[in-house]
């Protein structure tokens, strides 16, 4: 079946402008994360939605970030007056949720890679 | 504060050199550790969940092995196709974000 899905997969912007990137997780999937790569370092939690519920947003790294996800599909990531330090791979993940003993694995989109000039 | 250590960052195999990765982690109550192997300019690609000390997961040249403190990926006779990042998470108990290590990357050599 069909995967997680973001767009777009690159992204160059000027420092300064908002940007919006779209992730479209696995149908049936209730859990969807946020995650930030940059060069050299490991994947970075940024935000996470589980169904209805309050979403997680420990992870944000200022207040320029914001996230939300409508109708419990699909979800957006939003970067205002973006700086030169956003630049990364922004990764979104969906998985079944937790549920009783199990653990439901986290799969992954191919990312969205942003470059601020 | 969860924190995962893997080593060696880099590793370089000739094509049927078996060798092991390994992932230290520290965390408040592990709930699942996870192995993903990274492909440039793709997303990680799910692999295997350990959930308790002395598990043992098996698919293909990859064998992933479990203690309280550490992680290994052992790669049997590896392959070209083998060459990628492989990443190491944890998932501490009442949280639900992947606290990830900065990944081995292993190029295998025909």
């Known amino acids: 079946g069909a995967g997680v899905s973001q767009s777009p997969s690159n992204k160059v912007t000027e420092k300064g402008k908002d940007v919006e990137l779209r992730c479209d997780p696995i149908?049936?999937?209730?859990?969807l994360y946020w995650y930030r790569q940059s060069l050299g370092q490991g994947l970075e939690f940024l935000i996470y939605?589980?169904?209805?519920?309050?979403?997680?947003k420990s992870g944000l790294p200022s207040d320029r970030f914001s996230a939300e996800r409508t109708g419990g599909s699909v979800s957006t990531l939003t970067i205002q007056r973006t700086q030169q330090e956003d630049s990364a791979v922004y990764l979104c993940a969906s998985s079944l949720g937790y549920s009783g003993s199990s653990y439901n694995e986290q799969f992954f989109g191919p990312g969205t890679r942003l470059t601020v000039l | 504060e969860d924190q995962v250590t893997q080593s060696p960052e880099a590793l370089r195999l000739q094509e049927g050199e078996s060798s092991s990765l390994n992932c230290s982690y520290t965390v408040s109550g592990l709930r699942g550790l996870f192995w993903y192997r990274q492909d440039p300019g793709k997303g990680p690609e799910f692999l295997f969940t350990l959930y308790s000390a002395g598990e043992e997961k098996e698919k293909e040249r990859l064998k992933a092995t479990l203690t309280k403190k550490e992680s290994f990926l052992h790669i049997t006779a590896p392959k070209p196709e083998d060459s990628a990042t492989y990443l190491c998470?944890?998932?501490?108990?009442?949280?639900?974000?992947?606290?990830f290590g900065k990944g081995n990357q292993v190029v295998v050599i025909p």
């Open positions: 149908s049936g999937h209730t859990a």
């Open positions: 939605f589980q169904g209805n519920s309050a979403p997680d």
């Open positions: 998470a944890v998932q501490a108990e009442g949280n639900n974000r992947l606290a």
